[in-house]
């Protein structure tokens, strides 16, 4: 009688392993998600797209002025874009340079 009481009270502690294990694994994925989530969205915040709204935005706002003007083109050199500043607008084009200094070009 005494195994009996010994193999359920084994089966109750390899149950309850079971379910710890699983809790802890299901922890795990949802933080990583979260995690995910967070950087997602942090990507979308410092998308470009953004970076060139704000520009066009000041344009708009400060565009008489020619001090800004070269600011926001050395900002979009800085990026890697080249920039027209016209009087209403701000015109972004997203341009590669590759460099090649030998007799193989």
Known sequence: MENIMDEK??????FAFVVVIVVLTLSYV???NIIAGVESSRAMLAF???EIRNLEEIQKN?????????????LCAKNGWVCYVGVDKVEFKNVEVDYCAGSDC
């Open 62 to 74: 400060f565009g008489g002025d020619s001090e800004v003007n070269s600011q926001i083109q050395t």
């Open 30 to 32: 949802y933080a990583q």
């Open 9 to 14: 009270g084994q089966m109750i502690l390899l």
């Open 48 to 50: 470009p797209k953004e």
